[in-house]
């Protein structure tokens, strides 16, 4: 059974920090792409960052600068350090892994990121 579970997410001023986990059970981590996505209230779900299984990554022109992503195949982890937080960066952002050989893809159940003003 695959599970993705992302946690870190809550209530930060603008101009602070948080950093989200994704922990991914039930795949083979280490073949795995994996990128977040983000959805505001009455938006469309957009690419935040990506992740290929050797460790390029890839930013959304909106978070360039401030987002890193980053992965532990070890922890069968990946993160998201979000700084210099901005009221819209306030989503439910999630966490997706797709398989490098086959593109099947999962979805985590999302976590909530409220930015305030």
């Known amino acids: 059974q695959v599970q993705l579970v992302e946690s870190g997410g809550g209530l930060v001023q603008a101009g602070g920090s948080l950093r989200l986990s994704c922990a991914a059970s039930g795949i083979i981590f280490s073949i795995n792409g994996m990128r977040w996505y983000r959805q505001a209230p009455g938006k469309q779900r957009e690419l935040v960052a990506s992740?290929?299984?050797?460790?390029?990554?890839n930013y959304a022109d909106s978070v360039k600068d401030r987002f890193t992503i980053s992965r532990d195949n070890a922890k069968n982890t990946v993160y998201l350090q979000m700084n210099s937080l901005k009221p819209e960066d306030t989503a439910v952002y999630y966490c997706y892994s797709i398989n490098s050989f086959t593109t099947q893809g999962y979805w985590g159940q999302g976590t909530q990121v409220t930015v305030s003003s």
């Open positions: 992740i290929t299984r050797g460790g390029s990554t």
